[in-house]
């Protein structure tokens, strides 16, 4: 176990299923490979890589779970289309993130949010708007807007909304991933001495830009509806 | 094999590596563990869970590709902080992606560019803007910037160099990652007929608007820069 340690600083070693996974990938790409070609069977891949097939389905479970391959009934295993965030998605943990990632993930929403407002413009749709202003309708009848809860509750279902009128899948997707990140940063900032005063701007200042405004006005609005955060930078 | 299919519609078969992946990530959020804390052995784990070793190290070695634990020397598993991207990275590949996709990630670009302003203003100093004013002198000196691919390198190192102004590293790694996307999605801007034509804010309009203008100039004339793309939406 005593052996000599002469590098300079340590290095993550890469275990058989790495560069076995690596390798995969790489034959996938190089060999332009679409979604739906079938895969080598498990054997020939061992035989190809010169590795067990316990290795071989090691890997195949690590690129199975990412969603670049499934198996089909009597296609056996084939290429499919990978779900970009599913890798995300499993991380995504507030207890198990460091303090530093929490608060990249909190920055990307108000950089999204700020940004997303030409893709909402080019997408609005009436239905769209309608339900943007039940929302702020409940929101102002609600008795029980000054709970930290309920708030976050509206403010959540309002943004999510803007989301999902920008028509981007992916954006759309991230954003509810990011959200149990974002409730706990709110409810960070809720026990704070110095609690972030609410923007100039609101819910129905927003959708009044909606129908009335431009893209540049509503990046406007939205970053001063969003500067209790802001202002935390 | 002839069952009977009365499901509405095909749900996608778990496979006995998701659901044991699925319980060892829910055992990890509920006891509340954090980086650096010790797991359970391996067959501890398969005693638990009622199932064999064999799963157990195919799930542990789904979590390893996350990041979410690693080995140590004498100390065996412990958990680790999560590499937020490193699911995404692995299945980026422009020749697997959807059209769909592709198009999902450009417009995320766009969305992104616009909306970090605030961060960049906040977060600048001087040899970054030194940084930028390089790479658009050497843009301009550049005789070769007819040519799609010498016009790329510059956009793709002054764009890259604004993210990580950003100071945010989660943002920066992303963009990085995005990157053979926007460059594929460029080329093929390039092939078509009508060619979408260079906005009026040049890269030293933008660095003027850092030096001299607000985070709100920037917004507006980052959108006017990008205008050749978003015409596309």
């Keep these: 176990m005593q052996k000599p340690n002469i590098r300079p600083k340590p290095v993550k070693a890469i275990s058989l299923a790495d560069q076995v996974e690596n390798n995969l990938i790489e ?9 739906g070609d079938p895969l080598p069977k498990e054997t020939e891949l061992a035989e190809y ?9 090691e890997a195949l479970s690590r690129l199975r779970m990412l969603g670049m391959i499934e198996s ?8 499919s289309e ?15 993130l460091s303090e530093e990632s929490m608060k ?26 309608k339900s ?8 102002a009848r ?10 976050l509750k509206y403010e959540i279902s309002f943004h999510s909304k803007l989301y999902e009128m920008t028509g981007n899948n992916t954006l759309k997707r ?31 200042d927003l959708i009044e830009t909606l129908k009335t405004g431009t893209p540049s006005n509503f990046r406007k609005n939205m970053r001063e509806h969003l500067t209790p955060h802001y202002d935390r930078l």
Excluded at 49 to 57: A, D, E, F, I, K
Excluded at 82 to 96: H, K, M, Q, T
Excluded at 123 to 128: A, F, I, K, Q, V
């Design 27 to 35: 034959y996938l790409n190089n060999n332009n490979l679409k979604a």
């Design 49 to 57: 890589l010169g590795v067990s097939r316990n290795v071989v389905r």
């Design 132 to 139: 943007l202003e039940d929302i702020a309708n409940r929101e």
């Design 174 to 204: 991230f954003q509810s991933m990011l959200l149990p990140v974002f409730n706990y940063m709110m409810e960070v900032e809720s026990t704070l001495e110095h609690k972030p005063e609410s923007g100039k701007i609101s819910h129905f």
């Design 82 to 96: 990978p779900d970009l965030l599913s890798g995300v998605e499993r991380v995504l943990y507030p207890n198990i």
């Design 72 to 79: 089909k009934k009597r296609k056996g295993m084939v290429l």
């Design 104 to 129: 990249d993930i909190f920055e990307l929403r108000l950089v999204l949010e700020v940004g997303m407002a030409d893709l909402i413009f080019a997408r609005l749709t009436e239905e769209s708007i």
């Design 142 to 151: 609600d008795p029980g807007t000054n709970k930290l809860k309920t708030r």
